[in-house]
């Protein structure tokens, strides 16, 4: 009687068991699938999914470059103005057609004011940034923090980036009693490092002459995710909500603890001893004054309240992506220049020309007068277009013009800045290195909308003339001193499948350098 009744309560306990795990498989099941049928509903052309990765598999899993992917995404649909796509269980719609691109960031800004990042201080150093804030925020902060990047305030940072680079040049001297070639990419990138601690923040880092300082360092991991971070990267397109509830850290919390510390002591020491600077830093500073001490504008609810982490944020993008994004584009047109050695002799001798009409200085009026270096650096921006994918997300319903299709509101948005510069359709042989694309007459020619390295419209990236500023000066002095060469190391094609979700050369840019003989 009682092996009868343990052998009914064993098969009970089965039961419920194989009936829980179906329960349970069933839920995992429709969390995965339910979002898989809006684009076959709405008749967009889309990539049929996998459960629970969507497209987005072999990316997750580190198989496939996110370069790789969303190009993958692109070519599958060369005659749509727009497809679908699904990062694991969220739908995306890709915007393909450039007059639509333009629309959305221009014309029709208002329907797509937010790059749609779910986020929160808590989890993410920077989602108080102007990268990351939405809407009303975005507006006020943008409003703030725009005057810190005038062409006027930018004149005070020239002695400043000088200085970094007669370091850098020492350094290159130093390298070539060496050897004739050395890498770039870490040389580089320590020099950009310099350029916007000391020009933005009035910090002297010194990382061109002592390496890896900790600054570069912890710049570097929050560029390159480690498999911690992808995780957290896939879980919030799984499941947003559920990343931010289980307080999920979006960057490694060494690297964040770091520019915390440092930027809040930064302010609060230019504050306290009345230190005043003509630099970005002022500007915050100042927005810190009107926003978080004395609430300027309208009366914040307690959610909307502005706080230091609303300032520390900004201070902290500006530094990590000023210093990585330009490093990464000098290496880049240095390369190009090094195997285009006419495109260098053209650009050298424009230097050359500007530098001897301004009595020999280096200074504003000589930057104005460099026409081929903006051609040559528009170029490099089109072919390595670093920051690969622009996102957006629609703030109410939105008619495609021409169609029946609406962009409901809350929908995520990616813009292929990378896969359009590349595409044959807008420049043809895409592949080679060509400044003439920029010229004056074809730059007329040109439709808008297929030229986006640092985005359009009202969310035009707030750093675009510093970053043109520094690139110019440190070019113009390297191709004033030295002859650019490809060397025995040099990859050709280069791997630009570097680390993390932005366009960087994977395994270093290897060059030679020739002293030019001077009388």
Same mark, same amino acid.
């Given at each position: 009687?009682?092996?009868?009744?343990?052998?009914?309560?064993?098969?009970?306990?089965?039961?419920?068991?194989?009936?829980?795990?179906?329960?349970?498989?069933?839920?995992?099941?429709?969390?995965?699938?339910?979002?898989?049928?809006?684009?076959?509903?709405?008749?967009?052309?889309?990539?049929?999914?996998?459960?629970?990765?969507?497209?987005?598999?072999?990316?997750?899993?580190?198989?496939?470059?996110?370069?790789?992917? $969303?190009?993958? %995404?692109?070519?599958?649909?060369?005659?749509?103005?727009?497809?679908?796509?699904?990062?694991?269980?969220?739908?995306?719609?890709?915007?393909?057609?450039?007059?639509?691109?333009?629309?959305?960031?221009?014309?029709? $800004?208002?329907?797509?004011?937010?790059?749609?990042?779910?986020?929160?201080?808590?989890?993410?150093?920077?989602?108080?940034?102007?990268?990351?804030?939405?809407?009303?925020?975005? =507006?006020?902060? =943008?409003?703030?923090?725009?005057?810190?990047?005038?062409?006027?305030?930018?004149?005070?940072?020239?002695?400043?980036?000088?200085?970094?680079?007669?370091?850098?040049?020492? @350094?290159?001297?130093?390298?070539?009693?060496?050897?004739?070639?050395?890498?770039?990419? #870490?040389?580089?990138?320590?020099?950009?490092?310099?350029?916007?601690?000391?020009?933005?923040?009035?910090?002297?880092?010194?990382?061109?002459?002592?390496?890896?300082?900790?600054?570069?360092?912890?710049?570097?991991?929050?560029?390159?995710?480690?498999?911690?971070?992808?995780?957290?990267?896939?879980?919030?397109?799984?499941?947003?909500?559920?990343?931010?509830?289980?307080?999920?850290?979006?960057?490694?919390?060494?690297?964040?603890?770091?520019? #915390?510390?440092?930027?809040?002591?930064?302010?609060?020491?230019?504050?306290?001893?009345?230190?005043?600077?003509?630099?970005?830093?002022? +500007?915050?500073?100042?927005?810190?004054?009107?926003?978080?001490?004395?609430?300027?504008?309208?009366?914040? +609810?307690?959610?909307?309240?502005?706080?230091?982490?609303?300032? /520390?944020?900004?201070?902290?993008?500006?530094?990590?992506?000023?210093?990585?994004?330009?490093?990464?584009?000098?290496?880049?047109?240095?390369?190009?220049?090094?195997?285009?050695?006419?495109?260098?002799?053209?650009?050298? #001798?424009?230097?050359?020309?500007?530098?001897?009409?301004?009595?020999? #200085?280096?200074?504003?009026?000589?930057? /104005?007068?460099?026409?081929?270096?903006?051609?040559?650096?528009?170029?490099?921006?089109?072919?390595?277009? /670093?920051?690969?994918?622009?996102?957006?997300?629609?703030?109410?319903?939105?008619? @495609?013009?021409?169609?029946?299709?609406? %962009?409901?509101?809350?929908?995520?948005?990616?813009?292929?800045?990378?896969?359009?510069?590349?595409?044959?359709?807008?420049?043809?042989?895409?592949?080679?290195?060509?400044?003439?694309?920029?010229?004056?007459?074809?730059?007329?020619?040109?439709?808008?909308?297929?030229?986006?390295?640092?985005?359009?419209?009202?969310?035009?990236?707030?750093?675009?003339?510093?970053?043109?500023?520094?690139?110019?000066?440190?070019?113009?002095? /390297?191709?004033?001193?030295?002859?650019?060469?490809?060397?025995?190391?040099?990859?050709?094609?280069?791997?630009?499948?570097?680390?993390?979700?932005?366009?960087?050369?994977?395994?270093? %840019?290897?060059?030679?350098?020739?002293?030019?003989?001077?009388?």
């Amino acid at each position: 009687m009682i092996s009868e009744m343990w052998c009914s309560t064993i098969e009970l306990f089965s039961s419920v068991n194989l009936l829980c795990m179906a329960v349970f498989l069933s839920i995992v099941y429709y969390l995965t699938m339910s979002t898989y049928d809006k684009w076959s509903k709405l008749n967009v052309p889309y990539v049929k999914p996998v459960p629970l990765f969507g497209n987005s598999m072999k990316m997750v899993l580190k198989m496939e470059h996110p370069l790789d992917f $969303f190009g993958r %995404i692109y070519n599958q649909f060369p005659d749509a103005k727009l497809c679908g796509f699904y990062q694991m269980t969220t739908p995306f719609l890709m915007i393909r057609d450039p007059e639509l691109i333009n629309a959305m960031m221009v014309k029709d $800004f208002s329907y797509f004011t937010d790059h749609g990042f779910d986020t929160d201080p808590s989890v993410n150093l920077m989602a108080s940034s102007l990268f990351m804030l939405n809407g009303d925020r975005w =507006r006020t902060m =943008r409003q703030k923090l725009s005057p810190g990047f005038t062409s006027g305030k930018l004149k005070d940072t020239h002695d400043q980036i000088k200085v970094c680079i007669d370091q850098l040049m020492n @350094v290159f001297e130093e390298n070539l009693k060496v050897s004739d070639h050395f890498e770039l990419r #870490e040389l580089i990138g320590n020099f950009s490092t310099d350029v916007i601690g000391m020009s933005a923040f009035g910090l002297k880092l010194d990382t061109i002459k002592n390496g890896n300082t900790d600054f570069r360092m912890f710049g570097k991991k929050i560029f390159q995710a480690d498999y911690k971070q992808l995780f957290v990267q896939a879980m919030l397109l799984f499941s947003p909500k559920l990343a931010l509830a289980l307080k999920l850290k979006q960057f490694p919390e060494d690297a964040a603890n770091f520019y #915390e510390s440092m930027f809040r002591d930064v302010l609060e020491y230019r504050d306290k001893n009345n230190v005043v600077r003509n630099d970005v830093t002022q +500007t915050l500073i100042q927005a810190r004054k009107d926003l978080v001490k004395n609430n300027d504008g309208d009366e914040p +609810t307690s959610e909307d309240k502005w706080t230091e982490m609303d300032i /520390i944020g900004n201070a902290v993008l500006m530094f990590v992506a000023g210093a990585e994004t330009v490093s990464i584009t000098i290496c880049f047109c240095l390369y190009q220049l090094a195997l285009n050695k006419d495109i260098q002799d053209r650009l050298r #001798e424009e230097i050359v020309m500007a530098k001897a009409k301004n009595g020999g #200085e280096l200074n504003n009026d000589f930057l /104005i007068n460099l026409h081929y270096m903006n051609m040559v650096l528009e170029e490099i921006s089109r072919k390595y277009a /670093i920051t690969m994918i622009i996102f957006r997300r629609a703030t109410k319903n939105y008619q @495609v013009p021409g169609t029946s299709l609406v %962009i409901e509101k809350g929908q995520k948005i990616t813009i292929p800045v990378y896969s359009i510069h590349n595409d044959p359709k807008y420049y043809p042989d895409p592949d080679t290195f060509d400044p003439e694309r920029f010229s004056t007459e074809e730059k007329a020619k040109r439709r808008n909308g297929t030229y986006l390295p640092f985005g359009d419209g009202p969310r035009l990236c707030i750093g675009k003339r510093l970053a043109e500023l520094e690139m110019k000066l440190v070019l113009s002095k /390297i191709l004033l001193k030295y002859e650019v060469f490809p060397c025995e190391k040099t990859e050709i094609p280069l791997n630009i499948r570097g680390p993390g979700s932005i366009v960087s050369p994977k395994n270093g %840019i290897w060059l030679s350098f020739k002293p030019i003989a001077t009388n």
